[in-house]
Nanobody
Framework: QVQLVESGGGLVEAGGSLRLSCAASGRRFSVYAMGWFRQAPGKERVFVAGISRSGNRLYYVDSVKGRFTISRDNAKNQVYLQMNSLKPEDTAVYYC???????????????????WGQGTQVTVSS
């Protein structure tokens, strides 16, 4: 098992930046592919970005490409989401999640992820 705790959310003006962090504890962190998802009020939780176990593969949803960067530090058991040029439509609760499948691929499906954090609120004002 792995426990995930997100931090770094907050209120920011449009065009601003935030860096989300996700700290993992428990089983060896490097065995998991990691993803960031977000859920806006009244909407489904959707994939935002993912990083493979090795960190060699990255994947982003089109709406955040060029603005968000996912990274990981396996030595520190952390995954990060650097968010730049934020827009009001980025407002949501952001969740990190761990995928324990034995693969160096990235899944965009919620069902592929076994463990979830509690989420951190990101609010972007216009």
């Amino acid at each position: 098992q792995v426990q995930l705790v997100e931090s770094g959310g907050g209120l920011v003006e449009a065009g601003g930046s935030l860096r989300l962090s996700c700290a993992a504890s428990g089983r060896r962190f490097s065995v998991y592919a990691m993803g960031w998802f977000r859920q806006a009020p009244g909407k489904e939780r959707v994939f935002v970005a993912g990083i493979s176990r090795s960190g060699n593969r990255l994947y982003y949803v089109d709406s955040v490409k060029g603005r968000f960067t996912i990274s990981r530090d396996n030595a520190k058991n952390q995954v990060y989401l650097q968010m730049n040029s934020l827009k009001p439509e980025d407002t949501a609760v952001y969740y990190c999640a761990a995928d324990s499948r034995i693969s160096d691929t990235i899944s965009t499906a919620k069902e592929s992820y076994d463990y979830w954090g509690q989420g951190t609120q990101v609010t972007v004002s216009s």
